[in-house]
């Protein structure tokens, strides 16, 4: 079964095999700069310190071509399940890096942040039996529909979040959200995000999926 991984050690076939051939017309289209509706800022969460302290912001993109540059370095979730970590080797030194982050220009990934210091967020906690290709198949759909503005209400989403916790036998996905108060709003948002995140390569539904709401006021918990 073929899911939608970057990692080409899981890949059954090419996914030049699997997706549409491109014509004349959409090649030239990919030449020109295809702009998100959003600028989004790669961030890592690295090892040790204070929340805050450990925050680090990467790089910032605003176009599809930018992202795919950049997401193509962007270790998948399913190479973290024999190292149990991810490395960044700044010349001599070797940083672990606990979490990788999207998020909005602007909104920084911590609940203190005005935004989400009004919202909350949807968990999924996927354990390797699960499979390596349906972890990345899940976290691929959610950020291509996050940055690509196709998870509707998307103006509520603020960021997401791939934590390991693979010491405790687990890899967590966490899309963040602002206005949790608009409780159909948030109903609709969690709805559409675990449709996007089983869609499948030929648009069927793979496995499905169940979220758990978390508030970000400590009031809401």
């Given at each position: 079964?073929?899911?939608?991984?970057?990692?080409?050690?899981?890949?059954?076939?090419?996914?030049?095999?699997?997706?549409?051939?491109?014509?004349?017309?959409?090649?030239?289209?990919?030449?020109?700069?295809?702009?998100?509706?959003?600028?989004?800022?790669?961030?890592?969460?690295?090892?040790?310190?204070?929340?805050?302290?450990?925050?680090?912001?990467?790089?910032?993109?605003?176009?599809?071509?930018?992202?795919?540059?950049?997401?193509?370095?962007?270790?998948?979730?399913?190479?973290?399940?024999?190292?149990?970590?991810?490395?960044?080797?700044?010349?001599?030194?070797?940083?672990?890096?606990?979490?990788?982050?999207?998020?909005?220009?602007?909104?920084?990934?911590?609940?203190?942040?005005?935004?989400?210091?009004?919202?909350?967020?949807?968990?999924?906690?996927?354990?390797?039996p699960t499979g390596g290709g349906q972890i990345d198949e899940y976290?691929n759909n959610i950020v291509l529909g996050m940055i690509g503005a196709?998870?509707?209400?998307?103006?509520?989403?603020?960021?997401?979040?791939?934590?390991?916790?693979?010491?405790?036998?687990?890899?967590?996905?966490?899309?963040?959200?602002?206005?949790?108060?608009?409780?159909?709003?948030?109903?609709?948002?969690?709805?559409?995000?675990?449709?996007?995140?089983?869609?499948?390569?030929?648009?069927?539904?793979?496995?499905?999926?169940?979220?758990?709401?978390?508030?970000?006021?400590?009031?809401?918990?």
């Amino acid at each position: 079964m073929q899911h939608l991984t970057f990692n080409e050690a899981l890949r059954e076939k090419p996914l030049s095999d699997i997706l549409p051939e491109e014509d004349a017309e959409m090649q030239v289209a990919l030449l020109q700069p295809m702009a998100l509706q959003d600028t989004w800022v790669l961030w890592e969460m690295r090892a040790g310190g204070s929340y805050a302290d450990s925050m680090k912001e990467v790089v910032s993109f605003k176009t599809a071509q930018e992202f795919w540059s950049i997401w193509n370095g962007v270790p998948q979730p399913s190479s973290l399940l024999d190292s149990k970590r991810i490395i960044r080797a700044e010349g001599s030194q070797q940083t672990q890096i606990d979490a990788i982050m999207l998020f909005k220009q602007g909104i920084r990934p911590e609940w203190e942040d005005p935004l989400n210091a009004k919202g909350g967020h949807l968990q999924v906690q996927l354990k390797p039996p699960t499979g390596g290709g349906q972890i990345d198949e899940y976290w691929n759909n959610i950020v291509l529909g996050m940055i690509g503005a196709t998870i509707a209400p998307s103006d509520m989403i603020t960021g997401i979040r791939l934590v390991d916790k693979l010491k405790a036998g687990m890899l967590r996905i966490e899309l963040w959200f602002t206005r949790y108060s608009d409780t159909d709003a948030v109903r609709t948002l969690q709805k559409n995000i675990e449709h996007c995140m089983c869609q499948r390569l030929d648009g069927s539904q793979g496995l499905p999926v169940r979220l758990e709401l978390k508030a970000h006021d400590a009031g809401k918990h």
